[in-house]
Nanobody, 120 residues
């Protein structure tokens, strides 16, 4: 089994910054893509940023130039640095990862989510 644990959410004023972290643990053989996704009430979960095992990144247009995704493969951890936050960034942020576990099965796993609220 694989677990993803997020941290770093909270309340911030518009224009402020937050850094999210997500650590993967458990029966991990290989972590392929890792990413951050967000969801607001009544809407689907949308991709914010993704990074593959080679470090290639992909962002939704609305966060380009403001958010930066990175990963530390030695720590099985992915980060999301969020700058110049806007009220429309308010959402529950989920960490996701595609993992090949020790039993050679490849699956997508999700964290429990962390609330980010941007408000004055």
């Amino acid at each position: 089994q694989v677990q993803l644990v997020e941290s770093g959410g909270g309340l911030v004023q518009p224009g402020g910054s937050l850094r999210l972290s997500c650590a993967a643990s458990g029966s991990i053989s290989v972590i392929y893509a890792m990413g951050w996704y967000r969801q607001t009430p009544g809407k689907q979960r949308d991709m914010v940023a993704e990074i593959n095992s080679a470090g290639v990144t992909n962002y939704v247009d609305s966060v380009k130039g403001r958010f930066t995704i990175s990963r530390d493969n030695a720590k099985n951890t992915v980060y999301l640095q969020m700058n110049s936050l806007k009220p429309e960034d308010t959402a529950v942020y989920f960490c996701g990862a595609v993992v090949r576990s020790s039993d050679s099965r490849t699956s997508r796993y999700w964290g429990q989510g962390t609330q980010v609220t941007v408000s004055s």
